[in-house]
């Protein structure tokens, strides 16, 4: 079975760093781009971050520009996402997804081949 799963989430407080993680299962990332995605409540899905397949190209939001690094290891078939100075918007359910090579469709924002079920991060004091 074809998987993603995202992990790392939890509640932190603002200031604090966290390190979501996803992972493959059933198949290999070599060839897939991620894109890291967040949902908060009661708003739509948007796009926070994508690396291409080869590591070589990344992409943020821009209001997580500074703040959030994603990375990956193909050898661990997982790509990170490590968040800094979290802010209590930065509240969300944030799921990763993959696409073949590039990050075309994070940018469409539509035609992502896989989905994880998401982990939720909540900022708070």
């Known amino acids: 079975q074809l998987q993603l799963v995202e992990s790392g989430g939890g509640l932190v407080q603002p200031g604090g760093s966290l390190r979501l993680s996803c992972t493959a299962s059933?198949?290999?990332?070599?060839?897939?781009?991620i894109g890291w995605f967040r949902q908060a409540p009661g708003k739509e899905r948007v796009g926070v971050s994508c690396?291409?397949?080869?590591?070589?190209?990344?992409g943020y939001a821009d209001s997580v520009k500074g703040r959030f690094t994603i990375s990956r290891d193909n050898a661990k078939n997982t790509v990170y996402l490590q968040i800094n100075s979290l802010k209590p918007e930065d509240t969300a359910v944030y799921y990763c997804?993959?696409?073949?090579?590039?990050?075309?469709?994070?940018?469409?924002?539509?035609?992502?081949?896989?989905w994880g079920k998401g982990t939720l991060v909540t900022v708070s004091s």
């Open positions: 690396i291409s397949s080869s590591g070589d190209i990344t």
């Open positions: 997804a993959a696409e073949r090579m590039y990050c075309s469709a994070y940018v469409l924002g539509y035609g992502m081949d896989y």
């Open positions: 059933g198949f290999t990332l070599d060839h897939y781009a």
